[in-house]
């Protein structure tokens, strides 16, 4: 069910997971509730971490909150803190895993940012700049190469095992 609150779209997160919102073409608001479960690594009330279709690279973890956002500045304190919550435990799991040098979380919003819609979505992606092989420079989503549901589940699992083990 979709409400209109103060220009946000208030989706609950249960649901969220299941509606297909069609004026939104981000293409996380578009995959079933099925389908979002095999590729998440970490989830609470306000955000979902998951492996998006097209990884900049291995490791490259996407967080959305459940209240469709435009931009950081509209998060409440709640919002805020869960978001942040989730996107620690997905940068967690992925340094557990690849062991990088360093870690980007970024997010970015406006017209800026080249996409078409305007949907508040963070990443996380490893730098591994001095492991031959693994080295990241940034490139545009578009042109990285889209990944199997299969290899994202994988990735999915091996994120959530590292998470869940350190406990």
Same mark, same amino acid.
């Given at each position: @069910?979709?409400?209109?609150? !103060?220009?946000?779209?208030?989706?609950?997160?249960?649901? *969220?997971?299941?509606? !297909?919102?069609? =004026?939104?073409?981000?293409?996380?608001?578009?995959?079933?509730?099925?389908?979002?479960?095999? %590729?998440?690594? %970490?989830?609470?009330?306000?955000? #979902? &971490? @998951?492996?998006?279709?097209?990884? $900049? #690279?291995?490791? *490259?973890?996407? #967080? #959305?909150?459940?209240?469709?956002? /435009?931009?950081?500045?509209?998060?409440?304190?709640?919002? %805020?803190?869960?978001?942040?919550?989730?996107? $620690?435990?997905?940068?967690?799991?992925?340094?557990?895993?690849?062991?990088?040098?360093? /870690? *980007?979380?970024?997010?970015?919003?406006? =017209?800026?940012?080249?996409?078409?819609?305007?949907?508040?979505?963070?990443?996380?992606?490893?730098? *591994?700049?001095? !492991?031959?092989?693994?080295?990241?420079?940034? !490139?545009?989503?578009?042109?990285?190469?889209?990944?199997?549901?299969?290899?994202? &589940?994988?990735?999915? /699992?091996?994120?959530?095992?590292?998470?869940?083990?350190? $406990?």
């Amino acid at each position: @069910m979709l409400l209109q609150n !103060k220009g946000k779209r208030l989706v609950s997160p249960l649901s *969220n997971l299941s509606s !297909k919102q069609s =004026d939104c073409p981000c293409g996380y608001c578009f995959n079933s509730s099925e389908e979002k479960s095999l %590729f998440t690594v %970490f989830k609470n009330d306000c955000a #979902i &971490a @998951m492996i998006p279709e097209r990884p $900049r #690279i291995p490791g *490259n973890v996407v #967080i #959305i909150p459940y209240i469709y956002h /435009t931009n950081f500045t509209s998060l409440s304190k709640k919002e %805020f803190h869960g978001l942040f919550l989730c996107v $620690r435990e997905a940068t967690l799991a992925v340094e557990r895993v690849y062991e990088p040098d360093g /870690t *980007n979380v970024w997010c970015d919003w406006g =017209d800026i940012t080249g996409r078409s819609y305007q949907h508040l979505v963070w990443e996380i992606v490893p730098r *591994n700049d001095r !492991k031959e092989g693994r080295k990241y420079r940034y !490139k545009d989503i578009h042109l990285c190469p889209k990944w199997t549901q299969a290899q994202r &589940a994988e990735e999915a /699992t091996r994120l959530r095992e590292a998470l869940h083990h350190s $406990r």
